[in-house]
């Protein structure tokens, strides 16, 4: 057979571009079009002008936030809205005040073409507002949610202006498909909204109103109920029994087959019998399959109706559930309900939740989880959720907490707790001298840990002033990218020497925590620190809100391929250098091919020296290395540099009497230099003590420069290279004396003496010593000191003299 | 140097500096994905932009380029009111570069702009076609977008009844 070569063809070798605009004139999907005409240059002029039409439905989404006014409050009046519940509706006020003004552009671009009106309508169906359940929001924004837009049907009390509207019978009235009904007339509507008042309507008249109320939204549902997608149904309390409201509600659902989201609220009644006559009931008159719903909020989960709903439709993706106060949300199981598609669960705030039922929550492929407790202990819930069946597929997980046994310091200002909050009101009224008689309370250390393998997110949200030692609980939670806190934290410092995750103390500083090694997926932390109400010597003060935002930053940088360059194999290389700007990555450094390598130059950045020390130790070649550079730049090397401060006249007084005065002249034109301010000094750190040696059985040389202000308190890692002969120190180290009682090797405040350290007798074969201690800059009473840069070199000589020079 | 080849629907090919192309979000997690999965680190990435055509392409780097170096603006910076950084960004080369450009074109560059994440540029183009809607009437608009109205029957009376009644309500 011949073979045909094809070679590729312009649209117009094939037909004139005329002909291909008429066939393409045939094509109506957006998407078939954005295809055709990023084909080819042919196609795309072809369909030029019509891309202004077709793009529409994709770039509207991108449009929106830059139609009309800003929606962006400046940053005063957004802090001040957060603060109390009048703020945050005269927030949502004016966020509903802009999508009315939003609106005007938005019809206008529904009236330019048929095309731009679909986009416009589209936009609103699919918002998020509809399709979510407050997993999309921080958990502190949608206290109150904001409800779906429903431009052109808010409720159905002005139904008589519908019906005068005679829109055709094919016409979707709701740009939005989301409609509220409020069956709000009732006596005790009538009795909130007219009280006592002469004149209000009788019981009859609203019971009139109501019927009309209901005869015109059937009417309503009958013609256009096809059309709608999502109903908020709200009962308040009703004259109806229950019965007829199961009813009432069962006859509007059978009207809008195609709902995908049902938000429905009513009183929290049962039927008077529940159980068989319950189920028969249920049976006899169930509620209407609809195969497109997925969304569901119940309020609350046990009024007949949501059941009826429930066990109709059990293919649900998303429920969330509320109760009122006194009763507890069957989390377990709802009414021995299936839902196995369940995704997500949102228990509304307010709803009381039994933890032992979380354990034995029935839903395991949960990847969302909101939870509202009260009065638990943190170490319970992360108990709980961690031993349920969610525990290994759960992604995202929202705690709020609500007056839990979280105690608290209050009093952080006298820095000594004085009580529980659960006993605040009581202890106010107390004389101040018997408050601080109050025994101190332990803090909750959340050994629990949560236990969530596949969480990427988690918000915590505290309400009450507590205190949050450690972040210790998330270790178990490996694949977690983002953390939002919302708590009340105190100021005070805490040792937190118990705690893995270095948090409190440093909060405003985290991006230093060692949180970003020990989670290496996390890519954002939010700390918001609430307002606090601290009880602060007898009268309460309020601390200001504060939000702290860290992301880990993607680098740019490579990261040097260590355990292998392209599978090309090295078996004769004996040294390898990596350029100081490198990145390396230390998980590498243990699966190092190369086995024979004896000389290592390694440059790290934000390393632990342990963690180098332990990732050479392990390597393939710490058998063979015999010399060992190591560069450490902005490593969680510790430092102190004030430390001058504490005895700067004990220096001054070693000098000699004539340098005195030409010293003190110096510093004193040091302190005239405005540059030249006290800085406070920084925040005084553990030291690292590498517990880790290397472990280099063979290695003779070793040189470690550290290039930042560092305490290096000893060198007893250097107990593991037996055969080391010469070592070399670049560090920037300060004179302060510390004591280094715990180090085997004399190191520290000997640095000067080092020929009578006992590093020559645990070291035997060590010939030379260099120990240069570069600039060092110190804060030094008012101005920042320059210390001068000494090098100390010890060898042992042929006959063993250790001298220095 | 180091360089990366972007590769659009038809076909074009357009050779870029790797730190050029990482000013697009995209782009940078290309680059990445490729450096990790390749065993070769000379090797240079090749990325296919299924969805942008070399002209709207061309376009999208020539800005880039002009703005290279510009602080990088994170995704989702006003996600709410990009209006802002609009506002903010906008220079005289920039209202000279989209001037001559047809807004089916800049529609185009606000899909490409947003696919790459590219946001300096999602935001002007966007503000671009904000300003030639809001405030003019339906004939304005349909003017400046080349449009003809293509309601059928008594579509375009049923849409203004409707409207007439979000607004009412």
């Known amino acids: 057979m011949d073979l045909v070569r094809v070679t590729p063809q312009r649209p117009e070798d094939i037909l004139p571009l005329e002909v291909w605009g008429l066939i393409l004139d045939h094509l109506r999907s957006p998407s078939d079009l954005i295809n055709c005409s990023q084909t080819c240059k042919g196609w795309a002029k072809v369909l030029e002008l019509r891309k202004t039409t077709f793009l529409m439905p994709q770039v509207f989404p991108l449009l929106y936030a830059y139609l009309g006014p800003t929606t962006k409050t400046n940053e005063e009046d957004e802090s001040e809205d957060n603060h109390d519940l009048i703020g945050f509706i005269n927030y949502q006020e004016k966020e509903k ?5 939003k609106l005007n552009t938005v019809l206008q671009m529904r009236l330019v073409s048929h095309s731009w009106k679909e986009s416009v309508d589209t936009f609103y169906q699919d918002h998020d507002a509809i399709n979510d359940l407050g997993f999309l929001k921080h958990v502190e924004d949608d206290e109150i949610p904001l409800r779906p837009y429903t431009f052109g049907i808010a409720n159905v009390t002005k139904l008589e202006s519908w019906v005068s509207k005679n829109f055709s019978p094919d016409s979707n009235p709701f740009i939005t498909r989301c409609v509220v009904y409020e069956d709000y007339i009732s006596p005790l509507e009538r009795f909130t909204l007219y009280g006592g008042e002469p004149g209000a309507p009788e019981l009859e008249e609203l019971q009139v109103l109501q019927r009309q109320l209901r005869t015109s939204f059937k009417t309503l549902l009958e013609s256009f109920g096809s059309q709608i997608w999502t109903i908020q149904l709200f009962f308040i309390t009703t004259d109806s029994s229950i019965i007829e409201l199961y009813r009432l509600v069962r006859s509007y659902l059978i009207l809008m087959p195609n709902l995908k989201a049902i938000d429905i609220f009513g009183p929290s009644v049962e039927l008077e019998e529940p159980g068989t006559s319950f189920k028969e009931f249920l049976r006899n008159e169930p509620m209407p399959e609809l195969a497109q719903l997925k969304i569901l909020f119940v309020s609350p989960v046990t009024f007949p109706i949501s059941i009826g709903i429930l066990s109709q439709n059990p293919t649900l993706r998303k429920l969330s559930v509320d109760t009122n106060k006194q009763e507890v949300v069957p989390l377990n199981s709802i009414r021995g309900i299936e839902l196995p598609e369940l995704e997500q669960l949102s228990v509304a705030p307010d709803s009381k939740v039994d933890l032992s039922q979380v354990q034995n929550l029935v839903w395991q492929n949960l990847k969302g989880l909101r939870l509202t407790v009260e009065g638990k202990q943190l170490k319970d819930v992360f108990g709980a959720v961690s031993a349920s069946s969610c525990s290994s597929s759960l992604e995202h997980f929202i705690l709020e907490v609500w007056n839990a046994h979280v105690h608290i310091r209050n009093d952080m200002e006298l820095e000594q707790p004085e009580w529980h909050l659960e006993q605040l009101e009581h202890q106010l009224e107390l004389p101040v001298e018997q408050r601080l008689e109050q025994p101190e309370r332990q803090l909750e250390q959340p050994e629990q840990q949560l236990e969530l393998h596949k969480l990427k997110k988690i918000e915590l949200v505290i309400h009450i002033p507590f205190v949050l030692e450690t972040l210790d609980f998330l270790l178990g939670c490996p694949d977690l990218q983002e953390i939002d806190l919302v708590i009340k934290i105190s100021r005070k410092e805490y040792s937190t020497s118990n705690s893995v995750i270095q948090f409190k103390d440093c909060i405003a500083s985290m991006q230093d925590s060692n949180i970003w ?27 200001p809100e504060k939000t702290y935002v860290f992301t880990r930053a993607q680098s740019d940088q490579e990261v040097v391929p260590l355990n292998s360059i392209g599978d090309i194999e090295l078996p004769e290389l004996e040294q390898l250098s990596v350029a100081p700007v490198s990145k390396v990555d230390l998980s590498q450094v243990p699966n190092l091919v190369w086995q024979n390598l004896k000389g290592l130059l390694l440059t790290v950045e934000g390393k632990q020296l342990k963690d180098v020390f332990g990732a050479v130790s392990a390597s393939s070649f710490s058998s063979s290395l015999e010399h060992f550079i190591l560069v450490v730049w902005n490593s969680d090397v510790h430092i102190e540099n004030d430390m001058e401060l504490e ?3 004990l220096q001054l007084e070693e000098l000699p009497a004539e340098q005195r005065l030409e010293h003190l002249e110096r510093v004193w034109q040091q302190l005239e230099q405005p540059e030249l301010q006290l800085e406070p000094p920084e925040q005084q750190l553990q030291l690292e003590q590498p517990e880790q040696q290397m472990e280099l059985p063979k290695l003779k040389k070793f040189h470690l420069e550290i290039s930042i202000p560092c305490e290096l308190e000893t060198i007893d890692f ?3 290279c037996p055969d080391l002969q010469e070592i070399h120190l670049d560090i920037k180290i300060s004179s302060k004396k510390v004591n280094t009682s715990n180090s085997v090797i004399q190191f520290k405040s000997c640095i000067a003496s080092m020929q009578d350290s006992n590093i020559w007798q645990l070291l035997p074969m060590l010939k030379r010593l260099e120990i240069r201690t570069t600039e060092i800059e110190g804060v030094v009473r008012g101005g920042r000191r320059v210390f001068p840069e000494i090098t100390y070199t010890f060898t042992r000589g042929q006959n063993g003299k250790i001298t220095s020079s | 140097m180091a360089l990366v080849r972007v590769i659009s629907s038809d076909g074009a090919a357009f050779l870029v500096s790797q730190r050029l192309a990482k000013r697009s979000g995209k782009l940078k997690t290309e680059i990445e994905t490729f450096r990790k999965s390749s065993d070769n680190s000379e090797a240079q990435p090749e990325i296919r932009i299924v969805t942008i055509r070399a002209e709207i392409l ?17 995704a989702n910076q006003n996600e709410q009111d990009g209006r802002g950084d609009a506002e903010m960004g906008q220079s005289q080369w920039d209202r000279d570069f989209l001037a001559p450009m047809d807004l089916g074109i800049v529609m185009e560059l606000i899909l490409a702009a947003n696919h790459l994440e590219v946001k300096g540029l999602l935001d002007i183009t966007c503000k671009l076609v904000e300003s030639k809607i809001t405030g003019r009437t339906v004939d304005e608009i349909r003017t400046a977008f080349k449009l003809k109205s293509d309601f059928k029957g008594n579509e375009e009376e049923q849409t203004r009844l409707e409207n007439r009644w979000c607004v009412e309500n």
């Open chain 2, 58 to 74: 061309r376009l999208v780097l020539q800005w880039l380029q002009q703005h290279q170096n510009d602080p990088v603006l994170p």
């Open chain 1, 97 to 101: 005040q802009n999508e009315y003004a």
């Open chain 1, 517 to 543: 090694q020990l989670l290496p997926m996390l890519k954002r932390l939010e700390i918001k620190t609430t307002v606090i109400e601290g009880v602060v010597r007898g009268g309460r003060t309020v601390f």
């Open chain 1, 647 to 649: 005895q700067p006249e």
């Open chain 1, 718 to 720: 250097l107990l593991g």
